[in-house]
């Protein structure tokens, strides 16, 4: 029955759909949208990607277009680039024994759209829409379960997980991004077949916690993993299944732009550890192969967040010098936009603190918009100065002496003039 969904597919998308459903069409080959797309125009969103299956082999894709890439042939899966946007096209296909828990031993080509819909994870994801006629075609009463808001397997749930064991990690992420819950019998079924997750790569498991943190919730999936004891399966020396976030880190969590992924995986990982020295934190990230940027961000912003669990420091002296010249090395290591790191802080103070600490981070903010100095390379001096005007001094106390006249900036700004770092250094180096 025509339901009009291909109308709210935006161009050039649905120019090029169109092109790809005519051009199998004429080849005397099925095509239909499916999947995610699907789901998410049932759901009134605007899909980020688009899927085709196809009647047609990987074979016959590639002699119909282009610019084809081969991004899983032995699957039936091959990617046609127009206009550089990639569209996935794969062939119907039956799934034949899993024996790895991830992947099927071999697949069958040549079978039915329904054949091929039955195979996939969930039902709200087993829709497909004829882009010719604008039907809907929904044989596992997918649309059902959305307006309901429920993740459920097609079929027997420990069956489908059994096959692959990313799949429950997939309802957790799902359940975080949609704002679904796992239906009983499904959410039954992660814990009985946890063997089966253990599997998986610890690439694939990081893909999904990343691809939660753009969802609106993240704390769902982190609360799902932890409750599940999925985390605990790949990391059983750091995890037990009893760790319990506090309420206040996960609505941080929830709260922090999605700007910075590396700053949500530092609120991710404190809501986790809170108490944890950073670097049995950057060992666990390390196992979960995080990138070592992602690691760097969110290393820094776990220990801004242990940080301001302890006594706040007052003075401008200690602002500047404990909470300001921190930020100011890692944005400029990172060549990061300021406004993004304190919309960041601004979010974490706000929800892990209380009205003292938000009063506190408006004055430290105040003094940061005033511009003092607060790296060595914003100091009115160098070592090339200092060598000049100092010959005698060792070369392997040129540090010193400008981490000397950094301390004498951070207490008072206006010391950054030449003259004056010259006057304290000579001071300094009478010392000696």
Known sequence: ??????????????????????????????????????RDLCMGKIPKEYDLTTSAKPEDVKK???????????????????????????????????????????????????????????????????????????????????????????????????????????????????????????????????????????ERLQEEIIKSFLGPKPSEMLKLLLEEGTLSLFFPGILS???????????????????????ILGIWIYAIFPETDPSECEDFLKKLKFSNQMIKDALFFFSICVDLAKPLPYGEYEIRKQ??????????????????????????????????????FEKSFNVWQSKPPLLLSELAINGKDIESRFPELPKQKFGVLLQF???????????????NLLEHSAQFISKL
Do not use: C
Request: proline content about 4%.
């Open 323 to 360: 909470f300001l010249a921190p930020i100011a090395k890692h944005i400029s290591t990172r060549k990061m936009e300021p406004n993004e790191m304190f919309s960041g802080l601004k979010v974490v103070i706000t929800k892990l603190n209380d009205k003292e600490a938000v009063q506190w």
């Open 1 to 38: 029955m025509p339901v009009g969904l291909s109308q709210f597919i935006p161009e050039p998308f649905r120019s090029h759909l169109q092109v790809l459903h005519k051009t199998l069409k004429n080849a005397n080959f099925e095509s239909y949208l499916v999947g995610g797309s699907v």
């Open 64 to 202: 119909l277009f282009r610019h084809v890439i081969e991004t899983g042939i032995q699957h039936g899966t091959v990617t046609v680039v127009m206009d550089k946007v990639n569209y996935e096209i794969t062939t119907f296909r039956l799934d034949k024994d899993y024996t790895d828990g991830r992947r099927p031993d071999h697949v069958e080509f040549g079978t039915s759209l329904s054949e091929d819909l039955k195979r996939r994870d969930f039902t709200m994801n087993a829709l497909a829409l004829n882009l010719e006629t604008d039907e809907l075609i929904d044989e596992q009463e997918g649309q059902i379960d959305i307006q309901k808001k429920i993740i459920r397997t097609i079929g027997d749930p420990i069956k489908r997980f059994s096959e692959d064991g990313l799949r429950p990690v997939r309802a957790m992420r799902f359940a975080s991004v949609l704002g679904f819950s796992i239906e009983p019998n499904t959410k039954k079924a992660i814990a009985i077949t946890k063997q089966i997750t253990a599997k998986i790569s610890v």
């Open 241 to 263: 299944e009893n760790i319990s976030p506090q309420n206040k880190s996960l609505l941080a969590l929830d709260s922090v732009s999605k700007e910075n992924t590396g700053f």
């Open 405 to 419: 006249l950094l301390e004498t900036v951070w207490k008072d700004p206006t010391n950054n003039q030449f003259a």
